[in-house]
Protein backbone atom coordinates (compact mmCIF):
# COMPACT_ATOMS: atom_id res chain seq x y z
CA UNK A 1 0.00 0.00 0.00
CA UNK A 2 1.16 3.61 -0.95
CA UNK A 3 2.79 5.20 2.16
CA UNK A 4 -0.02 5.93 4.76
CA UNK A 5 1.59 9.39 5.67
CA UNK A 6 1.07 10.12 1.75
CA UNK A 7 -2.27 9.14 1.53
CA UNK A 8 -3.57 10.80 4.63
CA UNK A 9 -2.17 14.03 3.36
CA UNK A 10 -4.17 12.90 -0.42
CA UNK A 11 -7.15 12.52 1.73
CA UNK A 12 -6.85 15.86 3.38
CA UNK A 13 -5.92 17.35 0.83
CA UNK A 14 -9.55 16.46 -1.07
CA UNK A 15 -8.32 13.36 -2.79
CA UNK A 16 -11.60 11.48 -2.11
CA UNK A 17 -10.26 8.31 -4.22
CA UNK A 18 -7.48 8.27 -1.70
CA UNK A 19 -9.91 7.60 1.08
CA UNK A 20 -11.06 4.70 -0.96
CA UNK A 21 -7.58 2.91 -0.80
CA UNK A 22 -7.40 3.55 2.93
CA UNK A 23 -10.82 1.16 2.81
CA UNK A 24 -9.80 -1.26 0.87
CA UNK A 25 -6.44 -1.53 3.11
CA UNK A 26 -8.43 -2.01 6.54
CA UNK A 27 -12.33 -2.98 5.29
CA UNK A 28 -11.58 -6.31 5.94
CA UNK A 29 -10.09 -5.88 9.84
CA UNK A 30 -13.21 -3.48 10.27
CA UNK A 31 -15.38 -6.28 9.06
CA UNK A 32 -13.98 -9.14 11.66
CA UNK A 33 -14.26 -6.27 14.46
CA UNK A 34 -17.76 -5.72 13.65
CA UNK A 35 -18.95 -9.10 12.69
CA UNK A 36 -17.40 -10.29 15.85
CA UNK A 37 -18.68 -7.44 18.31
CA UNK A 38 -22.24 -6.53 16.72
CA UNK A 39 -24.58 -9.83 16.31
CA UNK A 40 -27.10 -8.85 13.86
CA UNK A 41 -25.71 -9.28 10.76
CA UNK A 42 -28.57 -6.57 9.55
CA UNK A 43 -26.66 -4.03 11.60
CA UNK A 44 -23.02 -4.60 10.56
CA UNK A 45 -23.34 -3.18 7.21
CA UNK A 46 -24.56 0.31 8.57
CA UNK A 47 -22.33 0.02 11.86
CA UNK A 48 -19.05 -0.66 9.28
CA UNK A 49 -19.97 2.43 7.37
CA UNK A 50 -20.17 4.32 10.51
CA UNK A 51 -16.33 3.33 11.85
CA UNK A 52 -15.09 4.62 8.11
CA UNK A 53 -17.49 7.44 8.26
CA UNK A 54 -15.81 8.29 11.93
CA UNK A 55 -12.20 7.92 10.05
CA UNK A 56 -12.98 9.83 7.75
CA UNK A 57 -13.84 13.26 9.76
CA UNK A 58 -11.15 12.54 12.33
CA UNK A 59 -8.61 11.78 9.78
CA UNK A 60 -7.09 15.58 10.56
CA UNK A 61 -6.71 14.10 14.30
CA UNK A 62 -4.61 11.12 13.16
CA UNK A 63 -0.92 12.25 14.36
CA UNK A 64 0.82 8.80 13.58
CA UNK A 65 1.51 8.31 17.46
CA UNK A 66 0.35 4.84 16.87
CA UNK A 67 -0.28 2.51 13.39
CA UNK A 68 -3.07 3.04 11.52
CA UNK A 69 -4.39 -0.25 11.93
CA UNK A 70 -4.28 0.15 15.93
CA UNK A 71 -6.29 4.03 15.63
CA UNK A 72 -8.54 2.55 13.10
CA UNK A 73 -8.94 -0.70 15.43
CA UNK A 74 -9.81 1.64 18.27
CA UNK A 75 -12.38 3.51 16.35
CA UNK A 76 -14.46 0.70 15.06
CA UNK A 77 -14.47 -0.89 18.70
CA UNK A 78 -15.67 1.95 20.39
CA UNK A 79 -18.45 3.00 17.46
CA UNK A 80 -19.73 -0.95 18.29
CA UNK A 81 -19.67 -0.40 21.98
CA UNK A 82 -21.53 2.99 21.71
CA UNK A 83 -23.95 1.18 19.03
CA UNK A 84 -24.72 -1.43 21.69
CA UNK A 85 -25.09 0.63 24.52
CA UNK A 86 -28.02 2.44 22.58
CA UNK A 87 -28.66 -0.54 21.08
CA UNK A 88 -29.80 -3.13 23.92
CA UNK A 89 -28.90 -1.22 27.17
CA UNK A 90 -30.25 -4.07 29.66
CA UNK A 91 -28.59 -7.10 27.69
CA UNK A 92 -25.91 -8.61 29.92
CA UNK A 93 -24.30 -10.90 27.76
CA UNK A 94 -21.94 -8.25 26.49
CA UNK A 95 -21.21 -6.89 30.30
CA UNK A 96 -17.17 -7.00 30.92
CA UNK A 97 -16.17 -10.41 32.04
CA UNK A 98 -15.09 -9.23 35.17
CA UNK A 99 -18.44 -9.00 36.01
CA UNK A 100 -20.25 -12.08 35.89
CA UNK A 101 -16.40 -14.50 36.24
CA UNK A 102 -15.94 -16.26 32.47
CA UNK A 103 -16.09 -19.62 34.01
CA UNK A 104 -19.63 -18.69 34.62
CA UNK A 105 -21.02 -17.17 31.56
CA UNK A 106 -23.97 -18.93 30.28
CA UNK A 107 -23.49 -20.12 26.95
CA UNK A 108 -26.16 -19.43 24.15
CA UNK A 109 -25.35 -22.51 22.04
CA UNK A 110 -27.68 -25.46 21.69
CA UNK A 111 -26.66 -28.78 22.08
CA UNK A 112 -24.82 -30.33 18.94
CA UNK A 113 -27.86 -31.12 16.40
CA UNK A 114 -27.46 -32.86 13.11
CA UNK A 115 -26.53 -29.22 11.77
CA UNK A 116 -23.88 -28.62 13.86
CA UNK A 117 -22.75 -31.91 12.69
CA UNK A 118 -22.57 -30.92 9.69
CA UNK A 119 -21.11 -27.65 10.14
CA UNK A 120 -17.33 -27.53 9.33
CA UNK A 121 -15.12 -26.86 12.10
CA UNK A 122 -15.01 -22.93 11.22
CA UNK A 123 -18.67 -22.59 11.78
CA UNK A 124 -18.46 -24.54 14.87
CA UNK A 125 -15.54 -22.50 16.45
CA UNK A 126 -17.15 -19.16 15.04
CA UNK A 127 -20.18 -20.17 16.66
CA UNK A 128 -18.67 -20.78 20.32
CA UNK A 129 -16.77 -17.38 19.95
CA UNK A 130 -20.29 -15.55 19.55
CA UNK A 131 -20.70 -17.04 23.14
CA UNK A 132 -17.92 -15.59 24.72
CA UNK A 133 -17.79 -11.66 26.65
CA UNK A 134 -17.49 -9.14 23.90
CA UNK A 135 -13.88 -8.20 25.02
CA UNK A 136 -12.85 -12.02 24.76
CA UNK A 137 -14.24 -11.42 20.97
CA UNK A 138 -12.53 -8.40 20.52
CA UNK A 139 -9.31 -9.52 21.64
CA UNK A 140 -9.59 -13.34 20.33
CA UNK A 141 -9.86 -11.01 16.52
CA UNK A 142 -7.67 -8.38 16.93
CA UNK A 143 -4.97 -11.43 18.21
CA UNK A 144 -5.33 -13.93 15.56
CA UNK A 145 -6.92 -12.29 12.70
CA UNK A 146 -5.44 -8.87 12.40
CA UNK A 147 -2.01 -9.92 13.96
CA UNK A 148 -1.79 -7.39 16.75
CA UNK A 149 0.43 -7.46 19.99
CA UNK A 150 -1.31 -7.36 23.30
CA UNK A 151 0.17 -4.06 23.71
CA UNK A 152 -1.84 -3.02 20.47
CA UNK A 153 -4.59 -4.14 21.37
CA UNK A 154 -4.76 -2.45 25.06
CA UNK A 155 -4.43 0.90 22.99
CA UNK A 156 -7.34 -0.16 20.69
CA UNK A 157 -9.31 -1.30 23.64
CA UNK A 158 -8.72 1.04 26.13
CA UNK A 159 -6.93 -1.63 28.07
CA UNK A 160 -3.93 -2.49 30.16
CA UNK A 161 -2.01 -5.22 27.72
CA UNK A 162 -1.90 -7.18 31.09
CA UNK A 163 -5.45 -7.63 30.66
CA UNK A 164 -5.48 -8.43 27.25
CA UNK A 165 -2.99 -11.34 27.75
CA UNK A 166 -5.86 -12.91 30.18
CA UNK A 167 -8.26 -12.54 28.55
CA UNK A 168 -7.13 -14.18 25.58
CA UNK A 169 -5.42 -16.88 27.94
CA UNK A 170 -9.43 -17.38 29.35
CA UNK A 171 -10.70 -17.10 26.37
CA UNK A 172 -8.79 -19.52 24.68
CA UNK A 173 -9.32 -22.08 27.83
CA UNK A 174 -13.08 -21.70 27.50
CA UNK A 175 -13.12 -22.37 24.44
CA UNK A 176 -10.80 -24.95 24.30
CA UNK A 177 -13.23 -26.77 27.19
CA UNK A 178 -16.37 -25.73 25.25
CA UNK A 179 -15.20 -27.79 22.16
CA UNK A 180 -14.26 -30.40 24.08
CA UNK A 181 -17.19 -31.01 26.05
CA UNK A 182 -19.51 -30.58 23.29
CA UNK A 183 -18.37 -31.50 19.89
CA UNK A 184 -16.41 -35.33 19.46
CA UNK A 185 -13.23 -35.18 17.75
CA UNK A 186 -14.88 -36.18 14.47
CA UNK A 187 -16.96 -32.69 14.81
CA UNK A 188 -14.02 -30.63 14.49
CA UNK A 189 -12.37 -32.65 12.05
CA UNK A 190 -14.76 -32.46 9.42
CA UNK B 1 9.83 -29.74 34.66
CA UNK B 2 5.99 -30.41 35.69
CA UNK B 3 3.52 -30.72 33.66
CA UNK B 4 3.13 -27.75 31.60
CA UNK B 5 -0.11 -25.45 32.59
CA UNK B 6 -2.76 -24.24 30.11
CA UNK B 7 -1.21 -20.53 30.52
CA UNK B 8 2.51 -22.04 29.62
CA UNK B 9 1.36 -23.28 26.77
CA UNK B 10 -0.24 -20.45 25.35
CA UNK B 11 2.91 -18.66 26.61
CA UNK B 12 4.56 -20.56 24.40
CA UNK B 13 1.95 -20.15 21.36
CA UNK B 14 1.67 -16.85 21.57
CA UNK B 15 5.93 -16.81 21.42
CA UNK B 16 6.21 -15.34 24.66
CA UNK B 17 7.72 -17.54 26.63
CA UNK B 18 11.30 -17.23 26.35
CA UNK B 19 13.84 -19.42 27.82
CA UNK B 20 11.43 -21.34 28.98
CA UNK B 21 10.31 -22.71 25.65
CA UNK B 22 13.20 -25.07 24.86
CA UNK B 23 12.18 -26.71 28.73
CA UNK B 24 8.32 -26.82 27.41
CA UNK B 25 9.53 -28.68 24.22
CA UNK B 26 11.56 -31.58 25.82
CA UNK B 27 8.74 -32.17 28.12
CA UNK B 28 6.30 -32.31 25.24
CA UNK B 29 8.55 -34.99 23.89
CA UNK B 30 8.31 -37.10 27.02
CA UNK B 31 4.46 -36.31 28.02
CA UNK B 32 1.77 -37.87 25.61
CA UNK B 33 -1.12 -36.25 27.81
CA UNK B 34 0.31 -32.97 27.61
CA UNK B 35 1.12 -33.44 24.10
CA UNK B 36 -2.04 -34.00 23.50
CA UNK B 37 -3.30 -31.35 25.31
CA UNK B 38 -1.21 -29.18 23.09
CA UNK B 39 -2.21 -29.89 19.89
CA UNK B 40 -5.25 -29.16 20.91
CA UNK B 41 -4.45 -25.56 21.81
CA UNK B 42 -2.54 -25.51 18.58
CA UNK B 43 -5.51 -26.27 16.29
CA UNK B 44 -7.52 -24.36 18.56
CA UNK B 45 -5.26 -21.56 17.21
CA UNK B 46 -5.16 -22.59 13.65
CA UNK B 47 -8.97 -22.02 13.92
CA UNK B 48 -8.90 -18.60 15.64
CA UNK B 49 -6.42 -17.68 12.72
CA UNK B 50 -8.65 -18.66 10.04
CA UNK B 51 -11.73 -15.59 9.83
CA UNK B 52 -12.96 -17.32 6.52
CA UNK B 53 -16.18 -18.36 8.06
CA UNK B 54 -16.99 -14.73 9.19
CA UNK B 55 -18.76 -13.02 6.35
CA UNK B 56 -17.82 -10.15 4.11
CA UNK B 57 -19.90 -7.03 3.98
CA UNK B 58 -20.76 -6.56 0.66
CA UNK B 59 -19.71 -3.45 -1.16
CA UNK B 60 -18.43 -1.70 2.01
CA UNK B 61 -15.78 0.73 -0.01
CA UNK B 62 -19.07 1.77 -2.32
CA UNK B 63 -21.20 2.27 0.20
CA UNK B 64 -19.00 4.38 2.45
CA UNK B 65 -17.67 6.61 -0.56
CA UNK B 66 -20.88 7.04 -1.80
CA UNK B 67 -21.98 8.00 1.77
CA UNK B 68 -18.43 10.75 1.88
CA UNK B 69 -19.33 11.87 -1.67
CA UNK B 70 -22.73 14.10 0.40
CA UNK B 71 -20.29 15.37 2.85
CA UNK B 72 -17.33 18.29 2.52
CA UNK B 73 -13.92 17.10 3.11
CA UNK B 74 -12.77 17.11 6.04
CA UNK B 75 -9.89 19.51 5.29
CA UNK B 76 -8.62 22.08 7.99
CA UNK B 77 -10.09 24.74 5.71
CA UNK B 78 -13.45 23.56 6.61
CA UNK B 79 -12.92 23.60 10.37
CA UNK B 80 -11.71 26.82 10.01
CA UNK B 81 -14.94 27.70 8.04
CA UNK B 82 -17.16 26.81 10.87
CA UNK B 83 -15.02 28.52 13.62
CA UNK B 84 -15.52 31.63 11.13
CA UNK B 85 -19.18 30.99 10.63
CA UNK B 86 -20.17 30.07 14.87
CA UNK B 87 -17.48 33.30 15.96
CA UNK B 88 -20.02 35.49 12.96
CA UNK B 89 -23.19 33.83 14.58
CA UNK B 90 -22.07 35.52 17.83
CA UNK B 91 -20.31 38.56 17.06
CA UNK B 92 -22.58 40.46 14.30
CA UNK B 93 -26.24 40.16 16.40
CA UNK B 94 -23.99 41.35 19.40
CA UNK B 95 -22.67 44.40 17.25
CA UNK B 96 -26.24 44.85 16.29
CA UNK B 97 -27.39 45.09 19.90
CA UNK B 98 -25.29 47.85 20.85
CA UNK B 99 -25.81 49.89 18.04
CA UNK B 100 -29.47 49.38 18.47
CA UNK B 101 -28.84 50.35 22.19
CA UNK B 102 -26.66 53.47 21.36
CA UNK B 103 -29.00 54.53 18.40
CA UNK B 104 -32.22 54.59 21.24
CA UNK B 105 -30.67 56.01 23.99
CA UNK B 106 -29.46 58.73 21.25
CA UNK B 107 -32.95 59.42 20.14
CA UNK B 108 -34.24 59.30 23.29
CA UNK B 109 -31.77 62.74 24.61
CA UNK B 110 -32.58 64.20 21.07
CA UNK B 111 -35.99 64.26 21.84
CA UNK B 112 -35.35 65.64 25.78
CA UNK B 113 -33.30 68.16 24.00
CA UNK B 114 -36.02 69.24 21.34
CA UNK B 115 -38.76 69.56 24.44
CA UNK B 116 -36.58 71.33 26.43
CA UNK B 117 -35.65 68.72 29.08
CA UNK B 118 -31.94 69.06 29.38
CA UNK B 119 -31.06 66.41 32.72
CA UNK B 120 -32.85 64.38 30.77
CA UNK B 121 -31.33 64.20 27.63
CA UNK B 122 -28.30 64.58 29.19
CA UNK B 123 -28.88 61.78 31.53
CA UNK B 124 -30.24 59.94 28.28
CA UNK B 125 -27.47 60.33 25.52
CA UNK B 126 -24.93 59.44 28.02
CA UNK B 127 -26.61 56.31 28.35
CA UNK B 128 -26.89 53.03 30.81
CA UNK B 129 -23.88 52.51 33.23
CA UNK B 130 -20.51 50.94 31.99
CA UNK B 131 -21.50 47.72 34.43
CA UNK B 132 -24.84 47.10 33.01
CA UNK B 133 -23.58 47.37 29.71
CA UNK B 134 -21.06 44.71 30.51
CA UNK B 135 -23.50 42.20 32.28
CA UNK B 136 -25.81 42.99 29.26
CA UNK B 137 -22.85 42.44 26.81
CA UNK B 138 -21.75 39.27 28.94
CA UNK B 139 -25.92 37.79 29.06
CA UNK B 140 -25.86 38.16 24.86
CA UNK B 141 -22.33 36.72 24.53
CA UNK B 142 -23.30 33.61 26.42
CA UNK B 143 -26.71 33.26 24.25
CA UNK B 144 -25.13 33.64 21.24
CA UNK B 145 -22.45 31.48 21.78
CA UNK B 146 -24.73 28.85 22.67
CA UNK B 147 -26.44 29.92 19.49
CA UNK B 148 -22.93 29.44 17.89
CA UNK B 149 -22.55 25.91 19.58
CA UNK B 150 -25.63 24.70 18.33
CA UNK B 151 -25.26 25.62 14.66
CA UNK B 152 -22.00 23.58 14.90
CA UNK B 153 -23.95 20.59 16.00
CA UNK B 154 -26.45 21.64 13.34
CA UNK B 155 -24.04 21.27 11.08
CA UNK B 156 -21.96 18.01 11.69
CA UNK B 157 -25.48 16.77 12.34
CA UNK B 158 -26.74 17.06 8.67
CA UNK B 159 -23.37 15.84 7.77
CA UNK B 160 -23.84 12.70 9.49
CA UNK B 161 -26.96 12.13 7.66
Known amino acids: ?190 | MKHPSADDIQEYLDGISGAEARVLESHLAECADCRARFEEYRDLYAGLGDGRAIPEIRDLPYRVMSRIEAWRSPTKESALEDWVLAICGVLLPTIALVVFVGIGSLAVGLVGLAGGVRDLAVRSMAGPRPTVIAAAAVVVLLVYLANGIALRRARSGSRRS
Not at chain 1, 59 to 83: K, Q
Open chain 1, 1 to 190: MENERSLVRRVLGGDRAAFGVIIEEYGRMVTHIVSRMVRSESDREDVAQDVFLKVYENLHGFEFRSRMSTWIARIAYTTCLNFMEKKRPSLLDDDLPEMGGVDSFPSSTPAPDAAAHRAGVAEILEREIGALPVDYRTALTLFHLEGMTYDEIGEAMGLPGGTVKSYLFRARKQLRGRLASTYSREDLEN
